[in-house]
């Protein structure tokens, strides 16, 4: 061996070379004067080197003498190599000097003879280590892992003839080396184990694990962003630790990076995992060895790091890089290799490692008359908010289970638990069960499924078979409930124990040699986990619960045959299938905050609309031709909250139909064809609605495909539009002259439709005294004014129950929907008798389910809850005091360019730069997804998509308000 031998000298001192010494070394490679800064590092010692005028040039790196110039060499061959193989990836390879030299010889003050490069400069960042590391960016790095390792397949030199200490095939002479330097004897013990337990498994490996040049750094320290975007890595450094090989060690040690950052887990590698199978894909033995290469690279990080310190402990990078080291290795082996090896094979469609099974041959371990208990989230036992008191469901339980005769009632094995979540959350709750809870109304004799050996453990036993393990605990202290245990020795089919009745057993079937699988472990990690175990139903009685749909099964059955225009949010959304009040529920049992469920104005699954609804669908529901009198009470109702002249009431089934038909009253009441909306805006899908929308974000078309009798106004967008601040009021004025224009062309304008608060902009407020001019305008050349109030109205603005009382008009004719129903298909329009009685013109009027019975006493019953409650109130109160908190935020984020809004209908707009107002549309999109992983769910809405859209169920209490503040303000610190 020519190379660095990490064995004959593991204790490498980092260089201490002058920025002046750098600087003339700098000078001789390009023939004039450059200014050298020092950066970083272990071993090497490197320098950014800039001209005179601060433009970077190059890196100068000079090598550590204990490498040789055969190993210098290789780093440089190796690098032309990719980028001749790999032209869209950047790499720092080596630039000739004024000579045409590449390398130079120079002497150190000390008189050591140094081998000296200038590197390419790379423009562009690399991945922060204190920020947070989307799949998206995880992903591309194991692109360009898998690019550089494709390269490199072939690639060869006498310079890879070397012994570090970061080849995994040298890990237990590493370890051994250097455990004495870890002082910690927690932490000397763990390290040892890990080491041992992830080089058993790839010593069974090795056979199978091809080897070559790898370059064993392409960390998150040595990937480059292209220079316009900062979420997109092409470009590579330092290829001072190529060696050869395993090859799968270069996506390991590029997965294990990912584990420091804020919010990792060791799943948090998965993309990276799979972005390198794309290009250079992986055999099932490799993909196997992912994760003890993983724990390995860990644990040698934090080895070499711990050694590097105790050398030189005022070496301040090798001191911070130690605890971003100590980082991933507890995200390494957090879980066990095998949980993540099942998890990496599924992912990449592999085969993955054989699982648990119960034996062909098992004796039930009850015999009685069992019941199924469901605890998922769609169970009735949860009804009405009662997953948040679980405790007092497992005596609801007991009772309801006697009631049907059953001896034994059985919980389903991996079916997840509502009792196990809890509200704001800001991680996934541990709710999929690795057991079956059996509870006994009986006395009851258990009998050893199989033979083994059985002992005794905290509250309950184990029986030992030849593969598989039975853990059996009860739920009392007192082991006198399971009387007469048999330990030892024990044949399939004789007794153990007795359970007596009135208690509760967990039961849980493993690999008899495997780790400890917790009772509860996350839904994420539940394949992983769940392979280390085996249903347990089949021994007590109950058939095999089988295998739930997943979020993803049911997003790919749902797009076989609804339209693809009816999107969803979220890259991949979690399965909802409950709420309560401002609280979302998933299938695999989370807690989610909405914040964007307008619809739901009194909460999700509010008692009294459940119980009203249930009740008059046992009475009657028709349509509104009928004589019956919910429509007269919830007609009588809705007048009395609107200005007397509005007294004349239509009901519809949503906001489109309820926005369409306003402007056919304006239409029929003025016998004209033509109507003015403003720029930005929505009001609906139906033809005369979606027409006057002029909303980009809602048809990118919007403004090119305007029918010839809509005319637009201006967008009144006083915070990035043309008039901003106290010229804002310039825009009703443009708007009144172009109605007065409009008019003196000889168009015939029927009616102005707006929304009197901007709520496809955020809840952006028109400027002072707008609508009251513009109102005044369309009304002197004959037209009528029209507030759309589907999405503002109805108390959420908190001060104002209408939006059109914030800008002190009346208009004609008025809009609502969304709040109306509390998510029932219900909408109303309001107005005078007189454009009401004009409709007569087009024919009659009535709606199959808008004026039902049903819904009109949903209508009411919103009404009445809304007032009992005082959720008006509440949104003043509780919108004001979050409204106050994002300002805060905005001052210590720039990001966020201001807040709009008042109540329960607020916008926070994001943006890249304060003065150009720059619109964060890409940034506002990840900030969403990363505010679902916190449990929150908002969603981005305007123009430029760039505001979130701040609109919750008006219940949301003050700890709700916080918490989501609390988590946009973890999110904007750590990134997204």
């Known amino acids: 061996m020519t190379g660095y031998d990490f064995f004959a000298q593991p204790e490498i001192a980092a260089l201490r070379i002058s920025d002046a010494e750098a600087e003339s070394i700098g000078a001789q490679h390009f023939g004039h004067p450059v200014i050298a800064e020092s950066l970083g590092s272990q071993q090497d010692q490197n320098f950014m080197l800039t001209t005179d005028n601060g433009r970077r040039i190059g890196v100068l790196k000079i090598a550590n003498p204990v490498f040789s110039e055969a190993e210098v060499r290789a780093q440089d061959d190796a690098a032309e190599v990719v980028q001749r193989a790999e032209p869209q990836v950047r790499l720092a390879t080596a630039l000739s000097g004024v000579d045409g030299r590449t390398h130079r010889t120079v002497r150190h003050s000390d008189g050591t003879l140094l081998i000296a490069r200038v590197l390419r400069y790379l423009p562009g960042s690399t991945v922060e280590a204190d920020t947070y590391l989307g799949a998206d960016v995880a992903r591309q790095m194991g692109d360009v892992s898998g690019r550089v390792s494709r390269a490199l397949r072939s690639f060869d030199h006498p310079g890879l003839d070397r012994t570090l200490a970061w080849d995994p095939q040298h890990v237990p002479a590493v370890t051994e080396k250097l455990i004495s330097y870890q002082d910690d004897e927690g932490r000397h013990d763990q390290l040892l184990h890990v080491v041992a337990q992830a080089w058993k498994i790839l010593e069974r490996l090795a056979g199978e694990l091809p080897r070559q040049a790898v370059h064993l750094d392409l960390t998150d320290s040595n990937l480059i962003a292209e220079p316009d975007n900062a979420r997109r890595y092409d470009g590579i450094l330092d290829f001072g630790d190529l060696c050869r090989t395993w090859a799968v060690a270069e996506l390991a040690n590029t997965a294990t990076s990912v584990l420091h950052h804020p919010g990792a887990d060791a799943l948090s590698a998965l993309p990276t995992v799979t972005g390198f199978h794309a290009v250079r894909p992986l055999s099932p033995a490799e993909a196997q060895a992912v994760w003890p290469l993983v724990v390995i690279r860990a644990a040698i990080l934090v080895l070499n790091g711990t050694m590097q310190v105790s050398i030189e402990p005022d070496n301040e990078y090798a001191v911070t890089g130690l605890l971003d080291e100590w980082r991933m290795f507890d995200a390494a082996v957090a879980v066990p290799i095998e949980v993540m090896s099942t998890l990496i094979c599924d992912a990449l469609s592999v085969p993955r490692p054989d699982g648990v099974t119960l034996p062909n041959d098992y004796v039930p371990l009850a015999a009685g008359r069992p019941a199924v208990l469901d605890l998922s989230t769609t169970a009735p036992v949860w009804d009405r908010g009662a997953w948040l008191h679980p405790d007092d469901i497992e005596r609801a339980l007991g009772d309801a289970a006697r009631a049907t005769g059953a001896s034994v009632v059985v919980s389903r094995y991996a079916q997840p638990r509502l009792d196990q979540t809890a509200p704001l959350r800001d991680t996934e709750p541990a709710t999929l069960p690795t057991f079956c809870d059996a509870w006994f109304f009986e006395t009851t004799a258990l009998r050893a499924p199989w033979a083994g050996v059985t002992r005794r453990t905290d509250h309950g036993f184990s029986l030992s078979g030849a593969d598989v393990a039975l853990d059996v605990t009860l739920d009392a202290e007192d082991d006198a409930a399971l009387r007469g245990l048999q330990i030892g020795e024990v044949t399939a089919g004789s007794p153990l124990t007795t359970v007596t009745a009135g208690h509760r057993i967990r039961v849980q ?89 307008n619809v739901a104005m009194l909460g999700h699954s509010h008692p009294r609309l459940s119980d009203a609804v249930a009740r008059q669908y046992e009475l009657l529901n028709t349509n509104s031709r009928f004589n019956y009198s919910a429509i007269a009470e919830f007609t009588a109702k809705i007048a009395a909250r609107l200005p007397p002249s509005l007294d004349q009431i239509f009901l519809v089934n949503s906001g489109s139909e309820a926005s369409d038909l306003a402007m056919r009253l304006a239409l029929g009441a003025t016998g004209r064809q033509h109507l003015v909306s403003m720029g930005e805006a929505y009001h609906g899908w139906t033809y005369l609605t979606d027409a006057v929308s002029t909303s980009t974000a809602d048809n990118p078309n919007a403004l090119t495909t305007r029918p010839e009798w809509v005319h637009t106004v201006e967008s009144a967008n006083s915070y990035r539009g043309r008039y901003r601040g106290a010229q804002a009021h310039q825009y009703a004025q443009d708007a009144v002259a172009a109605i007065g224009k409009l008019a003196a062309d000889g168009v015939d304008l029927a009616g102005f439709i707006a929304e009197p608060v901007y709520g496809n902009a955020g809840g952006m407020a028109l400027p002072d005294g707008y609508l ?105 109160r509780v919108g004001g005091h979050l409204r106050g908190r994002l300002l805060e935020l905005a001052e210590r984020h720039p990001i966020i360019g201001t807040v709009h809004g008042h109540g329960l209908y607020l916008g926070v707009e994001l943006v ?16 969403c997804e990363r505010m679902l992983d916190k449990g929150v769910v908002i969603q981005p809405t305007g123009d430029r998509n760039c505001v979130l859209k701040v609109k919750p169920p008006l219940c949301l209490d003050q700890a709700g308000a916080d918490y989501f503040v609390d988590a946009l303000d973890i999110v904007l610190t750590e990134g997204w």
Request: hydrophobic letters at 40%; charged letters at 20%; proline letters at 6%.
């Open 772 to 876: 009251k001019e513009v109102y005044a305008a369309i009304r002197d050349v004959g037209g009528l004014a029209i507030a759309d109030e589907v999405q503002v109205g109805y108390g959420r603005l908190g001060q104002w129950f209408w939006g059109f009382e914030q800008q002190d008009v009346v208009p004609d004719v008025v809009s609502v929907a969304k709040a109306v129903g509390n998510g029932f298909p219900l909408g109303i329009v309001a107005t005078t008798k007189v454009i009401a009685d004009a409709y007569r013109s087009q024919g009659y009027f009535f709606s199959s389910a808008g004026g039902s019975p049903v819904s009109c006493v949903v209508g009411s019953t919103v009404l009445d809850v809304l007032e009992d409650e005082d959720l008006q109130g509440n949104a003043r």
């Open 509 to 597: 079937v493993r690999h008899a040699d495997g780790p400890v699988v917790p009772s509860f472990v996350t839904p994420r990690y539940g394949p992983g986990w769940l392979a280390l175990t085996a249903d347990p139903a089949a021994l007590l009685g109950i058939p095999d619960g089988g295998s739930p749909e997943s979020s993803a099964a049911l997003l790919e059955r749902r797009g076989r045959y609804l339209a693809d225009v009816q999107e969803h949010y979220y890259v991949n959304p979690p399965r909802i299938e409950r709420g309560w009040r401002h609280h979302l529920l998933s299938t695999d049992g989370r807690s989610y905050l909405d914040m964007v469920n």
């Open 912 to 927: 890249r730069d304060r003065d150009t107002l720059e619109p964060a549309t890409e940034e506002t999109r990840a900030i």
